[in-house]
């Protein structure tokens, strides 16, 4: 402006008539230039005229210096626009890359963000100033007496500030306008009018009205509380008198081997157990949901009601990821199950095949198809263990890695004589040694056999007495089977008996084979025979032997088999000697000689 008005001075001044113009003007009007010269009046107005273009001059001169000066000032504010014009735009590119990864940081009152600060100022972090931006607005909102439409606008020097009264409340400048890409004064403006409606939303908060409210909303959720609890206290009494009168009508005990498993009073007890623990389960849900509902309903306690409340879900997110994340390892797992599932279901069907004689196979006994189906099975399963392990939850983990190595080491160093007994069943298993209901004699014990496991075998004496043995033990022991031999060849009974020499043996012979012959169990299609053992002092020993097929009758059939040849002999006048019992009577007699 100064420039153009620096040029229109100087036309005016050039505009002016010079002497030289005057002069001319005169003669052209008749008047002589002395007279021209001469007149004082011309003569005082020249003078006065050339002081003025001299003092006009001068001024021109001046003002043009000042206008270089100008220009010069003008051309180095137009090189700082322009730089800085650049610099902003450095840092428009600078923000705009940082923005996609970069968050701010919320301005939030209730969860409700009215806007978030970015960039550092006055050598506070932004996290500073959200805190003490947040801090101010809640302290305002807190003052009934602060008039929100009194927050107003400042700007100084390229810097806004939000103000209220003396305090304030944010501070804004190129970079947040950068930050949110808009015009530093729009920006303000927007803030501003948020903060007014946020101080206003808080003034309403902190009323006396909105406190009854709030308590009114208290007592309301206790009741509802209240109400439920009732509803599920009566709600379960009505479920326990149904159970018990279905339970009365139609309950059946529930009865394994003459075992009464679950009769109607465990059942009652185990359905009201049910109803009351579903009960309090529902009780604590309703507590869970309700005790951070009346702690959100204050402001003063709202952060502990997020608090509460996120401890409450955290755990239940976690478990629902997991069990969503763990879906396809499941599927995993059950399909390897159902593989190995259905292998055993046709082995077993197999091993019944075998068992009951329906399937033959060369060289494999049905008594084997049981034990072998038992340990392809325990194979199997430990095969199922090794391929799910990998996929079981918390597999990773170095706790349950621990655990596990923890029982393999127990398990190895306490089942030597464990697995020593399984390994010792399955060779007998085997070797076929007896089988269960067989009659076998083991040490001193004659028994039937009536169970065999992996890690013992038992048997029943005929005095009904049970020994249990070690597989272990039976391994290194000789076992005599008397059901075997009965049944492929008939097992011999035998017993001695002695008779004085003067008794003819084939009198003897034919009273032995008589009374074996009229014994009860005795086969009557295999011969007894008698065998000549040795001579004594006074007698000579004979041994009676006799074929049986019933083991389990052997003790009757002795019995009967002594009883007949004592009643045989007795009837014949043939006595039988013991020869401890003649040696003792022969020395009584002795003494009473003497």
Known sequence: MHRYGFT????????????????????????SPKTVVTDPIIDSIRIIDSLKIEELIAEI???????????????????????????????KEQIDSL?????????????????????????????????NTKNTIDQLGSDRRVTPDSIYLSNLDGIIEITYINRTILTLSEDDALWMNMPLDSLASIYRDKIVDK??????????????????????????LLLFFKGLNYLSGKLKDSATKRLEQKFSPLVIRNYTLLNEQQALKISHLTINVLKYIFMLLALVVAIPILFFIFPRTRDFAETLFEYIVTPVKSIFSSVIN?????????????????????LKYVSKEIGSGRLKIPGFYADWAGPTFNLIRFLLYVFL???????????????????????????????????????????????????????IKLGENIGNVIEKTPFVTRIRTPKNEIITVPNSFMMTSQITNYSVSANNYGLIIHTTISVDYNIPNTKVH??????????EGVLSNRD??????????????????????DVNAINRIYSELHHNIQNTFIAEGIDLHVPFLVSQTETNASDNNQ
């Open 8 to 31: 229109l001075l100087f036309l005016i001044i050039s505009l002016l008539p010079s002497y030289s113009q005057i002069k001319k003007i005169a003669e052209d009007l008749g008047i």
């Open 61 to 91: 001169e001046e003002l043009k210096e000042r206008e270089i000066v100008i220009q010069e000032k003008l051309s180095g504010y137009e090189r700082w626009q322009e730089a800085d014009s650049l610099a902003k735009l450095q840092r």
């Open 99 to 131: 923005r996609n990864v970069t968050q701010g940081i919320p301005v939030a009152f209730d969860g409700d963000t009215i806007f978030s600060i970015y960039p550092v100022r006055g050598g506070n972090s932004y996290i500073t100033r959200a805190n």
């Open 199 to 224: 101080v206003e939303y808080l003034q309403y908060k902190n009323s006396i009205r909105h406190l009854l409210i709030r308590i009114v909303e208290f007592l309301g959720v206790l009741l509802v």
């Open 326 to 346: 763990y879906i396809p390892n499941l599927f995993t797992i059950v399909i390897i199950w159902l593989f190995v599932h259905y292998i055993i279901k046709g």
């Open 385 to 439: 263990i090794a391929l799910i392990y990998p996929h079981l939850p918390g597999s990773e983990n170095g706790a349950f890695q621990g655990v596990s190595i923890f029982f393999g080491i127990i398990v190895s160093l306490g089942s030597t004589a464990v697995i020593g007994n399984i390994i010792a069943g399955m060779v007998i298993t085997y070797m076929r040694p007896f089988k269960v209901g067989d009659m």
């Open 510 to 519: 034919e009273l032995l084979i008589k009374a074996a012959r009229v014994t």
């Open 528 to 549: 007894p025979f008698v065998l000549d053992k040795k001579f004594e002092d006074l007698c000579q020993e004979y041994e009676i032997n006799a074929y049986i097929k």
